[in-house]
């Protein structure tokens, strides 16, 4: 099995109160694919600029991500700076600089539009509408967004919203899209306008998984080494759709396991800047984990 994902490919500089990394190889996308590769094929849809480092290309080969669709064009990498105080929980954004994405067209191969899997990372609905039309029949799409999207296409969202199986976000955006304070009402909101599943990240607080069969919460991981939150949005995403692309049932078993591996992956990538600690997963280290957190989670 494969799967496809569409989304960022940015060098972030961030700053906690660990230290700060400059130019690092950042993005929804390879947040995505760090984990989901350690479960399936994972085929890259994004554009980079003229400046982004080769190191970073070599890097994703080494990982074996498929990078067929990573375009290059003239111009400067998208770009973002952050900075986190206090619980870590959210990012005060410094800078952002769009370069080549913001005229990004997704282009992909005809082999590609026959993969059954995809999920539409953060990026514009638009963006991410053109290529879901391009695709041959899927058969599990997942979408992410982002308040900026909510503000300012939230039509446009809300169509791409009944084109997907699953519709991921946090729980400001949850609110935001939804206009309820209540998660669980939000997630219904959501749930009525189209996805089978919901998923609204907690961060620190866990997850909560809605659908008409079941609803489903799930603590975070517990962990006291918070170095950089950063992509670990996105590395939930990726264990998440990673195991059910790889599962052959969607049912509630396996949908608590991909939850469960999803909230062990998304622990690993906060232990250190960017992708330092997510590159090195293995299969093993996340099955390793999830023993721990059944104890920590069973009475």
């Excluded at 950089?228 to 396991?257: E, V």
Aim: hydrophobic fraction near 40%.
């Amino acid at each position: 099995m494969s799967i496809i994902v569409l989304g960022t490919v940015a060098l972030d500089t961030v700053k906690t109160p660990s230290g700060r990394r400059k130019q690092m190889l950042g993005g929804s996308a390879v947040h995505f694919a760090m984990t989901a590769r350690l479960f399936t094929s994972v085929n890259l849809v994004a554009i980079v600029g003229s400046d982004f480092p080769k190191k970073y290309i070599d890097f994703l080969h080494q990982k074996g991500i498929v990078l067929t669709s990573l375009i290059k064009e003239k111009g400067n990498t998208f770009k973002w700076e952050g900075q986190y105080q206090g619980d870590l929980n959210t990012a005060l954004t410094l800078n952002t600089e769009l370069g080549v994405l913001s005229a990004f067209r997704p282009v992909i191969t005809e082999e590609q539009r026959t993969i059954k899997h995809i999920f539409l990372a953060n990026v514009d609905p638009d963006i991410q509408r053109h290529l879901l039309q391009h695709m041959h029949s899927p058969q599990l799409v997942g979408l992410d967004s982002m308040n900026f999207w909510i503000k300012h296409k939230r039509k446009a969202l809300l169509r791409l919203l009944r084109k997907v199986h699953i519709y991921v976000a946090n729980d400001q955006e949850a609110r935001s899209l939804s206009g309820e304070s209540n998660l669980i009402k939000a997630a219904r909101y959501l749930y009525s306008r189209g996805p089978k599943m919901v998923l609204v990240k907690k961060g620190e607080h866990g997850v909560l998984f809605f659908s008409n069969k079941f609803i489903f919460a799930l603590p975070a991981y517990p962990t006291d080494t918070v170095i950089d939150p950063t992509g670990a949005g996105d590395t939930f995403a990726g264990g998440f759709m990673g195991y059910l692309s790889k599962a052959k049932r969607i049912n509630p078993a396996n949908i608590s396991k991909a939850l469960s591996l999803a909230t062990v992956a998304a622990s690993f990538n906060v232990e250190d800047f960017g992708v330092n600690r997510t590159c090195r997963l293995k299969l093993g280290d996340l099955e390793k984990r999830l023993v721990k957190f059944r104890k920590y989670i069973l009475f």
